[in-house]
């Protein structure tokens, strides 16, 4: 079984505090995706990467950074939490190198980080 | 514009009864359309994929289908028990040379005993 994990369930942030994200998953995926999700709103992409080192934006980067050193390790970083970043965020892993995260093969999720900035 | 959209938004059911859930694309050029369900406090699970030439999916009690003409979606839940209370969410693929998933924003079901 594919499993993702994500470093916090929950986490209270300040304004302006540099936030860490952490995700890692354990089976060898090429692919890692960050999301968040709020009510109301499908899934939005913030960045993705498909290989060590690589990273790619999604629809909605600003405010935000990521880091991929190890492959299983995927991160991201808020720079300078704000309170509109108050939201659940969501690390994907896939395997289909060919598609380069194409969207064609089938996401597998963490548990989700509830992030509330107060 | 690339939307997918999903109805009703929740759904209260009796356990044991079926119930359909819908899923309407404009998303150009189709890759395959995926049905995730989501346990409230836990990231979305894989249902079914379905590619443009297949038209229905089945995963025990749920069976998707899928209209590629009229770009439209649904996911049948028979007999539903109470641990199918969760969000169901309608995940449609472009079939570009970038990378394009758009999600729906999700159905959220409650099944009563």
């Known amino acids: 079984d594919v499993k993702v994990t994500q470093s916090s369930r929950y986490l209270v942030k300040r304004t302006g505090e540099k936030v860490f994200l952490e995700c890692v998953q354990d089976?060898?995926?090429?692919?890692m995706f960050w999301y968040r999700q709020d009510p109301g709103l499908g899934l939005r992409l913030i960045y993705f990467?498909?290989?060590?080192?690589?990273?790619e934006k999604g629809d909605i980067p600003e405010g935000y950074s990521v880091s991929r050193e190890k492959k299983e390790r995927f991160s991201l970083i808020l720079e300078s939490a704000s309170t509109n970043q108050t939201s659940m965020y969501l690390c994907?892993?896939?395997?289909?190198?060919?598609?380069?995260?194409?969207?064609?093969?089938?996401?597998?999720f963490g548990p989700g980080t509830r992030l509330l900035v107060l | 514009k690339n939307q997918v959209e999903q109805s009703p938004q929740s759904l209260i059911i009796l356990e044991g009864k079926n119930c359909t859930l819908q899923?309407?694309?404009?998303?150009?050029?189709?890759?395959?359309l995926r049905w995730y369900k989501q346990d409230t406090g836990r990231g979305p699970v894989s249902l079914t994929i379905?590619?443009?030439?297949?038209n229905t999916k089945s995963n025990g009690r749920y069976t998707a289908t899928l209209d590629a003409d009229t770009k439209q979606s649904s996911l049948h839940i028979t007999a539903s028990q109470l641990s199918d209370s969760a969000s169901y969410i309608c995940?449609?693929?472009?079939?570009?040379?970038?990378?394009?998933?758009?999600f729906g924003a999700g159905t959220r079901l409650f099944v009563k005993a």
């Open positions: 994907a892993s896939s395997l289909n190198p060919f598609l380069r995260g194409r969207g064609g093969e089938t996401q597998y």
């Open positions: 089976m060898d995926h090429e692919n």
């Open positions: 990467s498909y290989d060590v080192k690589m990273k």
């Open positions: 899923c309407n694309y404009t998303v150009s050029p189709f890759s395959n």
């Open positions: 379905m590619t443009f030439s297949e």
């Open positions: 995940v449609v693929s472009l079939h570009t040379g970038g990378f394009k998933t758009i």
